[in-house]
């Protein structure tokens, strides 16, 4: 079974360009995160998605960020215009919808590593 | 105060020592308890998880969770040199759909 993966594996732009990420989550998945984890930070939550609908945004920054799951298939975090404290892993993580009582086991892909110079 | 803290390390011990990674919370509300593995380059891997207090083993790991001190623990017996990697505690509130709160992840390197 393939993981998630995530596209592109590094990104280096410049203040003010405009980025777009990509997940690809596990097939079969209804349930799509986003963390980001700042240099010598914790890895912080950002966003989750139920099928293409957003659940809870709470952990955006800011409207510079804009995430979307069209289809409730693969998903896109576009961050414009990029600032240099935008800089960090960004991971993305999916798990399977959960039955009554059931545990939620999230697995995360490999992480964007996005560099804002 | 950080909701949850963890010492960064790096934790550097001989191939078969015994090793204690820890993480101490501030939150009363968190009943899920989590440690994932991240190797570099990698994403976190989920590694075990415990509801509430309580010891939980898995092969050579066991999570162990203070609730009374907010203290969780994740002991490695006879560690190996591919243990090497960093591991995260994360928990949270609620045993279903949750939204993690991290540490920030002990380096711990195992030498030959």
């Known amino acids: 079974e393939a993981g998630v993966t995530q596209f592109p594996s590094h990104s280096v732009i410049e203040k003010g360009q405009t980025v777009t990420l990509r997940c690809d989550p596990i097939?079969?998945?209804?349930?799509l995160y986003w963390y980001r984890r700042v240099m010598g930070k914790e890895i912080k939550f950002l966003l989750h998605?139920?099928?293409?609908?957003?659940?809870?945004e709470s952990g955006m920054p800011n409207n510079r960020f804009l995430a979307e799951r069209t289809g409730g298939t693969y998903s896109t975090l576009k961050v414009q215009p990029a600032e240099l404290e935008d800089s960090g892993v960004y991971f993305c993580?999916?798990?399977?919808?959960?039955?009554?009582?059931?545990?939620?086991?999230?697995?995360f892909g490999p992480g964007t590593r996005l560099l804002v110079l | 105060q950080k909701e949850v803290e963890q010492d960064p390390g790096p934790l550097s011990v001989p191939e078969g020592a015994i090793v204690s990674l820890n993480c101490t919370y501030s939150?009363?509300?968190?009943?899920?308890f989590m440690w994932y593995r991240q190797y570099s380059r990698k994403g976190p891997e989920l590694l075990m998880y415990?509801?509430?207090?309580g010891n939980k083993e898995d092969g050579r790991f066991t999570a162990q969770v203070d609730k009374s001190s907010k203290y969780i623990s994740l002991f490695i017996r006879d560690s190996q040199p591919s243990d090497s990697a960093t591991y995260l505690c994360?928990?949270?509130?609620?045993?279903?759909?949750?939204?993690?709160?991290f540490g920030r992840g002990t380096s711990l390197i195992v030498h030959p």
């Open positions: 994360a928990m949270s509130p609620t045993g279903g759909s949750y939204i993690p709160t």
């Open positions: 415990t509801y509430s207090s």
């Open positions: 993580a999916s798990s399977q919808r959960l039955t009554s009582g059931g545990k939620e086991t999230q697995y």
């Open positions: 998605f139920v099928k293409e609908s957003k659940q809870d």
């Open positions: 097939s079969g998945h209804d349930n």
């Open positions: 939150n009363s509300a968190f009943q899920y």
